[in-house]
């Protein structure tokens, strides 16, 4: 179901700055907007990022998110050991009439 | 403060039934929606659907209508997921997760349970 392309894996090790992608396409990204969610493994999502850009309260400054056209990034910066987790993007498919999640991406912190 | 609170693993054979439940508390049930996400084992997450938990209105996502059932018992603010005839395909941890409309689209999700695990196996 995942339509949301991203990349697999990153990495960087402690203060370093890492960036994710997320590409879809006109009938989702190209249109609403896009929410990103960290996993910890072994615990459940939690929201990063809404509206493209937003920090819900509680969130570090160190995350920050963008979107142009038809794709989507995560910044990560001044990276720590907490950040080791799987992050997915996520936004609304017109043609699916419901929310599609991105393939995720495992960022490692070396 | 808010929570949702999934009931525990399960293990079922093929061709069972399962009924996890998701309790809320701290805030008006009724007021915010619950979805529904799909996890596989090493796999991403998949939205299944949300209810509306003011009307009882389910909604359904491609790929998970006919053997999946959403229902509510708003006296006790808890949210059910179904899953009928089990396959092993079903094996997956299955989140309920909290729509926040103040955070934009219906797919803002700002409050998840801790997730239940079913396993379907012979």
């Known amino acids: 179901q995942s339509v949301l392309t991203q990349p697999p894996s990153a990495s960087g090790t402690p203060g370093q700055r890492v960036t994710i992608s997320c590409s879809g396409s006109?009938?989702?990204?190209?249109?609403?907007?896009v929410y990103w969610y960290q996993q910890v493994p072994g615990t459940a999502p939690k929201l990063l990022i809404y509206?493209?850009?937003q920090r819900p309260s509680g969130v570090p400054d160190r995350f920050s998110g963008s979107k142009s056209g038809t794709s989507a990034s995560l910044a990560i910066s001044g990276l720590r050991s907490e950040d080791d987790a799987d992050y997915y993007c996520?936004?609304?498919?017109?043609?699916?009439?419901?929310?599609?999640f991105g393939t995720g991406t495992k960022v490692t912190v070396l | 403060q808010v929570q949702l609170v999934q009931s525990g693993s399960e293990l079922k054979k093929p061709g069972a039934s399962v009924k996890i439940s998701c309790k809320a508390s701290?805030?008006?049930?009724?007021?915010?929606?619950v979805n529904w996400v799909r996890q596989a084992p090493g796999q991403g997450l998949e939205w299944m659907g949300w209810?509306?938990?003011?009307?009882?209105?389910?909604m359904y996502a491609q790929g998970f209508t006919g053997r999946f059932v959403f229902s509510l018992d708003t006296a006790v603010s808890t949210a059910y997921l179904q899953i009928n005839s089990l396959k092993g395909e079903d094996t997956a941890v299955y989140y309920c997760?909290?729509?926040?409309?103040?955070?934009?689209?219906?797919?803002?999700?700002?409050?998840w349970g801790q997730g239940t695990l079913v396993i379907v196996s012979s």
């Open positions: 509206t493209n850009d």
């Open positions: 006109s009938s989702d990204i190209g249109r609403n907007y």
């Open positions: 996520a936004s609304w498919d017109d043609s699916l009439s419901g929310p599609v």
């Open positions: 209810i509306n938990t003011n009307t009882g209105n389910p």
């Open positions: 701290g805030y008006t049930f009724t007021s915010y929606g």
């Open positions: 997760a909290r729509t926040n409309p103040s955070y934009g689209d219906p797919i803002a999700f700002d409050f």
